[in-house]
């Protein structure tokens, strides 16, 4: 079954505004099955949820103070707090050309101590954490303090002509989340051959995330959680009830 992930708790198709705590419990209602969020430090070392390394039209979040960022912006355990019973998808942000980048990994490392901390081990399924990034050496820095702490790799474009599946099983990575382009239906079938969760982003186009469900995709992640709930229940019909997709003739 492909889950419904909320691409920033609520992206700009949604009614809350994104990466808030509005947004990931409006997620829940909407009926996502979990939430992507991104995570970042401020100058007193917090970890805080923000999609940009810079407020708009100010400074970098990591030159503020967590008690000068916006009321809006939540820490990192506010947002946890605000995603119970969801899969959180956390995505460290820190590659190299990032106004913010930190060589030291300082976030990576304790967004998987404070995982560590909140028993994320232990959580169910249906309300699971996977800890994701663009940058390689984050999510390394994520297995050296938790080892069995779900990760996955984000692939660009930029990555269209390498072996990613080798590379993520050879990190020892649980799974990838593909850049939508990229995804086909040999990809998908790929990747679970590999042993690796695959979930797209981002996917708003109704027929395109009916299709991902049909290949199998684990999950969509969507700036539209309704539509994309109601485009996934078709392609469940449309598999039939085998579990495979039905004639057209």
Known sequence: MTLVIAHRGSGPLGPERENTVAAFLASSRLGADGVELDVRRSADQQLVV???????????????????????????????????????????????????????????????????????????????????????????????????????????L????????????????????????????????AAHAAGLALRVWTVDDPERVAELGLFGADAVITNDVVVARRALAKSELAKGPAGREQSQS
């Open 50 to 156: 923000h999609h940009n390394a810079a407020l708009t039209g100010g400074p970098l979040i990591c030159e503020t103070h967590s008690s000068d960022l916006p009321s809006e912006i939540p820490s990192f355990a506010e947002a946890l707090d605000a995603c119970t019973g969801l899969l959180v998808n956390v995505e460290v942000k820190n590659v190299k050309v990032d106004a913010d980048f930190d060589p030291t990994q300082w976030v990576a490392r304790s967004c998987a101590r404070l995982l560590l901390e909140r028993g994320a081990l232990g959580w169910v399924a249906d309300e699971g954490v996977v800890v994701s990034s663009f940058s390689r050496s984050a999510i390394q820095a994520v297995k050296s303090v938790a080892p069995t702490l779900e990760t996955a790799w984000i692939v660009g």
């Open 158 to 189: 930029n990555l269209s002509e390498i072996d990613v599946l080798t590379i993520a099983a050879a990190d020892g990575l649980e799974g990838i989340h593909p850049y939508d382009p990229l995804v086909d239906s040999r990809l998908v079938t």
